[in-house]
């Protein structure tokens, strides 16, 4: 199993992660930018319960982590479309 130590390193690097991206979705000058943060938020933040369920062990959080990252996935893809203006 993975120690104490280990799941408290890898919550405080999201945790980095994370405030370097909002910065970057505040002060991006473009939408696209304000979305890869959005998305980066969004994938850290299950990164987060994935760490969560391995620290208590909760089984059904492996669950909503698989329906919430094909909802992330199709949200990221929607956002490129969005970005390329439509085009494929």
């Keep these: 199993m993975i120690s104490e130590w280990t799941l408290e390193v890898a919550l405080f690097l999201l945790a980095i992660g994370m405030i370097i ?6 002060l991006g000058p473009r939408t ?28 059904a959080l492996f669950d909503i982590i698989l329906i919430a990252t094909l909802l992330g996935f199709m949200a990221a893809l929607s956002m490129a479309r969005l970005g390329s203006g439509g085009r494929r």
Aim: charged content about 20%; proline content about 0%.
């Design 32 to 59: 696209m930018d304000r979305a890869v943060a959005a998305d980066l938020i969004f994938f850290a933040t299950i990164g987060f319960v994935a760490l969560i369920g391995l620290r208590t062990g909760i089984d």
């Design 21 to 26: 991206a909002s910065v970057r979705g505040f």
